[in-house]
Nanobody, 125 residues
């Protein structure tokens, strides 16, 4: 399996910005779509964003469209999540995840069998 390590989480005020990073290693990173999942207190893990292997196609949960941007650098084995205009409801542990597909038109949390240890994002208001 691919190994994933998230970083960049922390405390941020509502309306602010935060950038999460994911360092990937292992041969399974190559050719697969990547994504971000999150789990808020008292809630189940949910899909946030996904990006195809080529990086040309992205998909976002409705709750983060227009605010979050996922991008990747395959040469550096890195995946990122740029979080802008964050809201208190964005508070969660964020997980970088590897999909079993190279490209899809839509994603759910079940499409990502591998994920990292998570990084905490707390939005204050």
């Amino acid at each position: 399996q691919v190994q994933l390590v998230e970083s960049g989480g922390g405390l941020v005020q509502a309306g602010g910005s935060l950038r999460l990073s994911c360092a990937a290693s292992g041969r399974t990173f190559s050719g697969y779509a990547m994504g971000w999942l999150r789990q808020a207190p008292g809630k189940e893990r949910e899909f946030v964003a996904a990006i195809s292997w080529s990086g040309t196609s992205t998909y976002y949960a409705d709750s983060v469209k227009g605010r979050f941007t996922i991008f990747r650098d395959n040469a550096k084995n890195m995946v990122y999540l740029q979080m802008n205009n964050v809201k208190p409801e964005d508070t969660a542990v964020y997980y970088c995840a590897a999909s079993c597909y190279s490209h899809k038109n839509y994603y759910t949390e079940t499409d990502f069998p591998s994920w990292g240890q998570g990084t905490q994002v707390t939005v204050s208001s």
